[in-house]
């Protein structure tokens, strides 16, 4: 054996070696991993007394889709949408192809899907049930800083869908909206996302402005009950909720001109951790009493948190927030370098009792104002839940429409 051939073999063996001890984890890794489960796997309990999509931690894109019903459809024929939905719906959130699905392999992952459906004002009139439509289920008023586009605005039928998978996300989205093409036509479509897979669930996400979004809402049973479902005499709209939706745009241009203090300022709260500017931690009661060495509130009363959270005698004036970002091209031939924003999603028993109030508030005096525009609106009633493992006789609105 010549003196090159013995040194390149010892190379290669050596190399070998060394791969082999990197492409091999130890047992304990092995087996960690074996017995981790694919995230696109998971999946959310698609029936119950309550829609999911709702107190569900928010997934890593979004889908929100308005509908218009189509002349000549009547109540029987919306019944029959709602079972075809609630079917198909109940298969795509746990992994299996609906009936009629001809590509059954994008549904195999399906990662957190939850499909959530709601009826709008004039669906009521629609299927004759004018006198069962709740007092509230009717437009935001408008609001002096809006410029709202009718692009954006009521419909009579919405569909969220929520997903940790972009790829199934859409699928379920296509197959949902072909599958009610003879009784619907599509309104619009907003679309959002916040971090992606992975993260921490109970982490609260962030806007485009950096802030986190939704430090304030309600997490136990107990104040969901008392903030999101409905319990009323009309039997039929217990375990639903409202769904008032909202497109906000941002600044992202003249919002970046702000140093971190006064974005802090504007807010009421620290940028990093989320916590009020009178803490260090995020879920800390704020100080709206406390002042700084002039005697100023260290807490501005005009900021973000102070105007939206700090109703001292309106307790019950909360919402669940379940907002998304969007971020679509600047506009053509506009001098701004975005055109971004927020796909605000907020669920709860009485809007005129709780959104509305706050959003009055904020209208009149925010100082986050400055950089945001209200361009969209629309309000939904989202029915209960259906019942365990649905089948053809049941689905969503089921007791409004039959009853």
């Given at each position: 054996?010549?003196?090159?051939?013995?040194?390149?073999?010892?190379?290669?063996?050596?190399?070998?070696?060394?791969?082999?001890?990197?492409?091999?984890?130890?047992?304990?890794?092995?087996?960690?991993?074996?017995?981790?489960?694919?995230?696109?796997?998971?999946?959310?309990?698609?029936?119950?007394?309550?829609?999911?999509?709702?107190?569900?931690?928010?997934?890593?894109?979004?889908?929100?889709?308005?509908?218009?019903?189509?002349?000549?459809?009547?109540?029987?024929?919306?019944?029959r949408?709602?079972?075809?939905?609630?079917?198909?719906a109940?298969?795509?959130?746990?992994?299996?192809?609906?009936?009629?699905?001809?590509?059954?392999?994008?549904?195999?992952?399906?990662?957190?899907?939850?499909?959530?459906?709601?009826?709008?004002?004039?669906?009521?009139?629609?299927?004759?049930?004018?006198?069962?439509?709740?007092?509230?289920?009717?437009?935001?008023?408008?609001?002096?800083?809006?410029?709202?586009?009718?692009?954006?605005?009521?419909?009579?039928?919405?569909?969220?869908?929520?997903?940790?998978?972009?790829?199934?996300?859409?699928?379920?989205?296509?197959?949902?909206?072909?599958s009610?093409?003879?009784?619907?036509?599509?309104?619009?479509?907003?679309?959002?996302?916040?971090?992606?897979?992975g993260?921490?669930?109970?982490e609260?996400?962030?806007?485009?402005f950096?802030?986190?979004?939704?430090?304030?809402?309600?997490?136990?049973?107990?104040?969901?009950?008392?903030?999101?479902?409905?319990?009323?005499?009309?039997?039929?709209?217990?375990?639903?909720?409202?769904m008032?939706?909202?497109?906000?745009?941002?600044?992202?241009?003249?919002?970046?001109?702000?140093?971190?203090?006064?974005?802090?300022?504007?807010?009421?709260?620290?940028?990093?951790?989320?916590?009020?500017?009178?803490?260090?931690?995020?879920?800390?009661?704020?100080?709206?009493?406390?002042?700084?060495?002039?005697?100023?509130?260290?807490?501005?009363?005009?900021?973000?948190?102070?105007?939206?959270?700090?109703?001292?005698?309106?307790?019950?004036?909360?919402?669940?927030?379940?907002?998304?970002?969007y971020?679509?091209?600047?506009?053509?031939?506009?001098?701004?370098?975005?055109?971004?924003?927020?796909?605000?999603?907020?669920?709860?028993?009485?809007?005129?009792?709780?959104?509305?109030?706050?959003?009055?508030?904020?209208?009149?005096?925010?100082?986050?104002?400055?950089?945001?525009?209200?361009?969209?609106?629309?309000?939904?009633?989202?029915?209960?839940?259906?019942?365990?493992?649905?089948?053809?006789?049941?689905?969503?609105?089921?007791?409004?429409?039959?009853?």
């Amino acid at each position: 054996m010549s003196r090159r051939t013995f040194l390149t073999g010892l190379s290669l063996g050596a190399a070998g070696a060394a791969t082999a001890a990197c492409a091999q984890p130890d047992n304990a890794t092995a087996t960690a991993q074996a017995e981790q489960p694919r995230h696109g796997t998971h999946t959310i309990a698609f029936s119950g007394p309550h829609q999911a999509g709702i107190a569900t931690p928010a997934q890593a894109h979004m889908n929100l889709v308005a509908f218009t019903v189509r002349a000549g459809i009547d109540r029987q024929g919306v019944a029959r949408l709602m079972r075809l939905w609630t079917q198909d719906a109940s298969r795509l959130t746990q992994g299996q192809a609906p009936l009629g699905d001809l590509e059954p392999e994008m549904v195999t992952s399906p990662a957190n899907l939850t499909i959530t459906c709601g009826f709008g004002p004039r669906l009521f009139d629609i299927i004759g049930r004018q006198q069962q439509r709740p007092q509230w289920l009717h437009p935001i008023p408008e609001f002096s800083r809006d410029q709202l586009d009718d692009a954006y605005g009521e419909a009579d039928i919405v569909l969220q869908l929520c997903c940790d998978d972009a790829l199934t996300l859409a699928h379920a989205t296509r197959h949902m909206i072909r599958s009610g093409i003879d009784y619907v036509s599509t309104r619009w479509m907003q679309q959002g996302f916040l971090t992606p897979p992975g993260h921490n669930p109970e982490e609260t996400p962030r806007n485009l402005f950096g802030l986190k979004d939704g430090t304030v809402n309600p997490r136990e049973e107990r104040d969901l009950d008392q903030v999101v479902w409905i319990d009323s005499p009309d039997t039929w709209l217990n375990g639903g909720s409202c769904m008032v939706v909202r497109r906000i745009a941002m600044n992202l241009d003249t919002w970046e001109i702000l140093d971190r203090a006064s974005r802090e300022t504007a807010f009421g709260r620290k940028l990093d951790t989320g916590a009020p500017l009178t803490g260090q931690e995020e879920f800390q009661a704020p100080d709206y009493e406390a002042t700084d060495e002039y005697g100023l509130p260290v807490i501005d009363p005009m900021s973000h948190m102070a105007r939206s959270t700090n109703p001292a005698d309106k307790p019950g004036q909360r919402i669940l927030r379940r907002a998304y970002n969007y971020d679509q091209p600047p506009v053509p031939g506009s001098e701004s370098t975005s055109n971004a924003g927020l796909v605000f999603i907020c669920f709860q028993r009485n809007p005129e009792e709780q959104f509305t109030p706050i959003q009055q508030r904020l209208d009149e005096a925010d100082r986050i104002n400055q950089w945001i525009t209200h361009i969209g609106s629309a309000v939904f009633l989202i029915p209960g839940g259906v019942g365990e493992q649905p089948h053809q006789d049941t689905y969503w609105g089921q007791s409004l429409l039959e009853n």
